[in-house]
C-alpha cells in the first residue's frame, strides 16, 4: 500500500532549525504514514539545501516568497493527503497515532496542530492559548500549526496564493470545511518573540490579520512583518 502523505516544508536559510524538525518526523516514514518529503527552499545561502539533501528529499528551489514557495512545493508531490509543517516546528512524539487516524476516515477533513513554544515560559502558553483558541472559534490556523488537508481539498479552494504572508489564513478562508484540531502540539521556536518582545509580537500579528482581512495589500503587510 502506498504511504498516503506527502509531506511540504518551507525553508530559508533554516539550517539551525530543520534537523530537528526531521529527526521527529522520521517516525512518519518508519510507519508507512509519509510517502515522499518536498523542501521548498526560497534561495538559502547556509547550508539548508545540503541537510534536505542528505535526507533524500526532493529540494525545489524559487523565489523567497511563504505562498510561492508552498505553491511550488505542493505541485511537486503526489500524495493522496498533503502535510505542511513549517522548519522550525517540531511534532511531539507519537504524532502518528492522531495523524494514521485522520486520514484513514473515508470523511476526515482538514486539520491542524495544537500550537505550543519551546521555551516560552508563561508568556509562550499564554499566546499558544490564544492561537489556539483563535484556530477552534474562527478555523484560522496560522502556518505555524501545520496542516493536514487532502489534496483534492486543497485543490479544490485554489490552493495556496502566490503572497508573502497570510498565505495559509487565505488557503483556510477558501475551504468548503472548518479544519479541524488534532490531539497533537506542534512545538515552534519561541525566538522571533522572544526578540521582539511577546506583547508587542502578538498585538502586531493580531493588527496584522485585521488589516489583511479589510483588504490590505500582502506585500506591504509583509514589509511591516519583517521590520
Known amino acids: 500500500m502506498t504511504a498516503p502523505i506527502s509531506l511540504v516544508i518551507p525553508t530559508f536559510n533554516a539550517e539551525a532549525e530543520l534537523p530537528q524538525c526531521l529527526a521527529v518526523l522520521a517516525e512518519g ?35 523567497a516568497s511563504r505562498g510561492g514557495q508552498l505553491r511550488r512545493g505542493v505541485a511537486a508531490t503526489r500524495g493522496e493527503w498533503v502535510m505542511i509543517l513549517h522548519a522550525d516546528t517540531v511534532l511531539e512524539p507519537g ?26 515560559g508563561w508568556r509562550g502558553r499564554l499566546v499558544a492559548g490564544w492561537a489556539n483558541l483563535r484556530a477552534r472559534l474562527f478555523a484560522l490556523p496560522y502556518g505555524d500549526q501545520g496542516l493536514l488537508i ?33 490531539p497533537v502540539t506542534a512545538q515552534t521556536s519561541a ?37
Open 95 to 120: 504524532w502518528t497515532s492522531a495523524v494514521a487516524a485522520h486520514v484513514a476516515r473515508a470523511d476526515a477533513p482538514p486539520a491542524y496542530f495544537r500550537l505550543g513554544f519551546r521555551d516560552g
Open 150 to 182: 487532502r489534496r483534492r481539498e486543497y485543490e479544490a479552494a485554489g490552493g495556496y496564493p502566490d503572497q508573502p504572508l497570510m498565505e495559509d489564513v487565505a488557503l483556510v478562508r477558501n475551504l468548503d470545511r472548518r479544519a479541524i484540531a488534532l
Open 191 to 227: 525566538a522571533r518573540y522572544a526578540a521582539g518582545g511577546w506583547l508587542r509580537r502578538g498585538a502586531g500579528n493580531l493588527w496584522i490579520l485585521m488589516r489583511y482581512f479589510t483588504g490590505a495589500d500582502p506585500e506591504l503587510l509583509a514589509a511591516r512583518y519583517h521590520r
Open 29 to 63: 516514514l518508519t510507519l508507512g504514514l509519509i510517502r515522499e518529503l518536498v523542501i521548498t527552499d526560497g534561495g538559502s545561502g547556509d547550508a539548508t539545501c545540503e541537510i534536505a539533501d542528505a535526507v533524500g528529499a526532493e529540494v525545489v528551489e524559487g523565489p
